[in-house]
């Protein structure tokens, strides 16, 4: 038996590597989204800063480790094999939940989901206490059969829950006040006002992060004595006023001495800070319970009693946590960050929410984002008429922004570094103190929340963008709700099913945790490989018409494949081919439309005096749109009408479809040749063939009809063969107009 447990505590520590993994892959987004988005640096000196921070801060997460121990239930009434269980529980339904909001792009709560988990599995295994006789207890001398009130702690978890949802509230509106009175005061122009103000702001913001961070963190520190924390205590005020003069005074002398940027500064310190904060915050979320499970072994090993008799009272004490069990998990954590995929996926979803520019958005619009917008508007307006006039232009310029023609689009931050600035600050200062409260509050809500009240404040969040951004932000909190509900479900059924189950029930779970990591990680890394092989950027460079080229002919060749393995697909009745096709279909549209989407910053590219090219170039991306939704009429019919069984077509229409295939394959050969050449000499020869194969399709089209008349053709045969015909027809015709189109372009911008 003594050995079943140490395999078992051995098994809590392999999940809690897989944890950190995948919870720093979930969690990079808040520390590195604010200085990556504004591009303070390159990406391998903002992840080495965040590293240290990381390293740094791990250290100071003692205190929070006390959460997983006692801050949700009370240990005292469980047994040692019940809270073996309920750890194991909490632990494989942790891993398995941020690994699949890792794969879907969205940003979670770490902790969030380890206190429902750990909420979860302590009433589930409440529930399997108080379903037999029930357990008492002495209460003032007085026999008490416990309640499921009683193995919960309530109060404890009522205040983190409350903390939890407060900090949304909170981040998103001092965020937003924050950054609009630094807007106020820098202006997007911020060179011209930075060099007055900058050292002031930045030893105000530097000393922030010091106080919170250093002044109000140091006491959990696993290596601080007694003695420091009291001396830090008593001199404290003494602490801020030396490191306020000090960081005023080298960034001061860093503005005069050199032309280093020091928002680029304090972002870097903010970085570092926010990576301190979200390592002593966060630890406890991915091994503060293999711990309290390595706790309640050592607390058992010692015993006589039966692990179904030992009552885990041991574990309501202060303890200190080993260094080097921190500072292992913290090195665990710095090689994810520079290694992870699935940390970039997540990063992209914040980033592209807070944005300062408009373009392609990743979420649709949605009433609430709709009726939120027009009530903005209603309420600026009556802002507007109230406010006098000249305050309103001396505010409206502070927030003019200027483009910097020297860089290109693809190359621009995201947002400025005042922005980033303000995120960073008032993220670590947020998170550092509910660190010091022992409240673990969720640096994801934080910094997520800060990031969108900044951008609201900055104006990112235009007409053009607002019910997009809105939506967006609303599905990130509807996933939020999801991970505490699913959480404290999963965490239920597992503790429960394990509990009853036994040995049997335990190695399912674990079998299972494993086939699903290594299928999410299958899965995930076919992705990326799929997004990177057909990922469609902005022709922004000065060989636009090369680009464009290049993208046509791909595209063409692609369009013509799909097109002949459909036809295979239908006269086979191959419904796996079909089912492909119809997928690869989905990539090429999802590709020309966002082609067209970026058409406004493609023709902001073009010379001033461009016009006919530019309208030539929209006519190419307009046909080519029009082609793949032409594709998408043939495959989807094909794939439906076989998967639903339907009697296959038949031979005539085979030989006739085939026929068609051949054709249009010849043709589009000859298209490409034309476009990779720039032979456009040949363009009446190919109206020639496409006057053919138009006849051809006419000719099929009768030879239905006939069918029809006949009998010898049923109703959903004839709508998919005429509906096949009919398409084949448009896709034709707007393959010639694209040529055309692209003739004209490459004439015009030659010229």
Same mark, same amino acid.
């Given at each position: 038996m003594e050995t079943f447990y140490v395999i078992l505590v051995g098994i809590l520590f392999f999940l809690a590597i897989s944890d950190l993994i995948v919870g720093v892959s979930n969690d990079a987004v808040n520390f590195l989204n604010s200085a990556l988005g504004s591009k303070a640096a390159p990406r391998y000196i903002i992840l080495t800063i965040a590293s240290l921070g990381i390293l740094i801060g791990a250290t100071f997460s003692n205190g929070m480790m006390e959460v997983a121990r006692k801050g949700i239930f009370h240990p005292e009434f469980f047994h040692f094999n019940e809270i073996i269980i309920l750890f194991l529980a909490v632990m494989i339904t942790d891993v398995l939940l941020l690994d699949l909001f890792n794969t879907l792009g969205l940003p979670t709560?770490?902790?969030?989901?380890?206190? /429902?988990? #750990?909420?979860g599995a302590a009433v589930g295994l409440a529930i399997i206490k108080m379903s037999g006789d029930g357990e008492t207890m002495i209460v003032n001398g007085v026999e008490k059969v416990?309640?499921?009130?009683?193995? %919960?702690?309530?109060?404890? *978890?009522?205040?983190?829950?409350?903390?939890?949802? #407060?900090?949304?509230?909170? *981040? &998103?509106?001092?965020?937003? #006040? %924050?950054?609009?009175?630094?807007?106020?005061?820098?202006? /997007?122009?911020?060179?011209?006002?930075?060099?007055? &103000?900058?050292?002031?702001?930045?030893?105000?913001?530097?000393?922030?992060? =010091?106080?919170? !961070?250093?002044?109000?963190?140091?006491?959990? *520190?696993? &290596?601080?004595?007694?003695?420091s924390v009291d001396w830090i205590k008593n001199n404290t005020l003494?602490? !801020?006023?030396?490191? /306020?003069? @000090?960081?005023?005074?080298?960034?001061?002398?860093?503005?005069?001495?050199s032309k280093i940027n020091i928002f680029k500064i304090i972002v870097l310190v903010g970085t570092f800070a926010l990576a301190l904060a979200f390592a002593g915050n966060d630890l406890v979320n991915f091994i503060g319970v293999p711990l309290a499970g390595l706790k309640a072994f050592e607390l058992h090993q010692v015993s006589d009693l039966l692990p179904s008799q030992h009552l885990m009272d041991g574990l309501t004490g202060k303890t200190q946590t080993n260094t080097y069990y921190l500072i292992i998990a913290g090195l665990v954590m710095v090689i994810t960050l520079w290694l992870s995929k699935k940390a970039r996926t997540v990063t992209e979803t914040e980033l592209n929410l807070s944005r300062q520019d408009e373009g392609s958005e990743r979420f649709g619009s949605s009433i609430f984002a709709r009726i939120m917008v027009r009530h903005s508007i209603n309420i600026n307006n009556n802002f507007k008429k109230v406010v006098p006039d000249k305050v309103l232009n001396s505010i409206e310029r502070r927030f003019e922004k200027q483009r910097n023609s020297t860089i290109k689009a693809k190359e621009e931050p995201m947002f400025d570094l005042?922005?980033?600035?303000?995120?960073?600050?008032? +993220?670590?200062?947020?998170? +550092? /103190?509910? =660190?010091?409260?022992?409240?673990?509050?969720?640096?994801t809500y934080v910094t997520f929340m800060v990031a969108m009240g900044t951008s609201l404040a900055d104006r990112a969040w235009g007409r053009e963008s607002a019910v997009y951004r809105i939506t967006g932000v609303m599905t990130v909190i509807g996933g939020w709700f999801f991970t505490a509900f699913s959480a404290f479900t999963a965490a239920l059924l597992v503790a429960i099913f394990m509990f009853v189950g036994g040995k049997i029930a335990i190695g399912i779970m674990i079998f299972l945790a494993a086939f699903l990591l290594f299928r999410s990680h299958v899965y995930n890394k076919k992705r990326i490989e799929k997004q990177n092989g057909k990922k469609t950027d902005v022709l922004v460079d000065s060989n636009i018409m090369d680009k464009c080229?290049?993208?046509?002919?791909? =595209?063409?060749?692609?369009?013509?494949? @799909?097109?002949?393995?459909?036809? %295979?697909?239908?006269?086979?009745?191959?419904?796996?081919?079909l089912k492909r096709v119809k997928e690869d279909v989905y990539t090429l549209n999802m590709e020309a439309k966002a082609l067209k989407d970026n058409v406004y910053y493609t023709l902001k590219q073009f010379h001033e005096d461009s016009f006919e090219t530019g309208q030539y170039y929209v006519q190419v991306i307009d046909y080519l749109r029009e082609i793949a939704h032409s594709l998408g009429f043939v495959t989807t019919p094909s794939y439906t009408y076989i998967d639903n069984n339907h009697k296959g077509l038949t031979q005539a229409q085979k030989e006739e479809l085939l026929n068609i295939k051949a054709i249009m394959t010849n043709l589009f050969e000859e298209v490409t040749s034309i476009i990779n050449k720039n032979d456009f000499a040949k363009v009446p020869l190919l109206i020639e063939k496409q006057q053919e194969l138009l006849q051809e399709l006419n000719q099929n089209r009768k030879n239905q009809i006939k069918r029809i008349k006949k009998e010898e053709a049923g109703t959903r045969n004839s709508i998919l063969y005429l509906g096949i015909i009919n398409e084949t027809k448009n896709l034709l015709l707007q393959t010639i107009n694209l040529v055309k189109a692209q003739r004209d372009f490459i004439k015009h911008h030659k010229e």
């Open positions: 709560s770490t902790t969030v989901s380890i206190v /429902f988990e #750990l909420l416990l309640e499921i009130g009683d193995y %919960i702690n309530t109060a404890k *978890a009522l205040a983190i829950i409350s903390g939890i949802l #407060l900090s949304v509230v909170v *981040a &998103f509106t001092v965020g937003s #006040l %924050i950054q609009y009175f630094t807007r106020i005061i820098f202006s /997007f122009n911020y060179q011209r006002t930075y060099k007055y &103000f900058g050292a002031i702001w930045g030893g105000l913001a530097i000393t922030a992060i =010091t106080y919170f !961070i250093l002044i109000k963190g140091a006491k959990e *520190a696993s &290596f601080m004595t007694k003695e003494l602490i !801020i006023a030396i490191s /306020f003069a @000090i960081w005023a005074v080298i960034l001061q002398l860093i503005m005069w001495l005042v922005r980033a600035s303000v995120n960073l600050t008032v +993220a670590s200062i947020l998170i +550092a /103190f509910g =660190t010091s409260q022992k409240l673990p509050l969720s640096t080229t290049s993208k046509v002919k791909v =595209t063409l060749e692609h369009i013509i494949d @799909i097109y002949g393995r459909t036809v %295979i697909g239908l006269t086979e009745e191959d419904r796996k081919e």
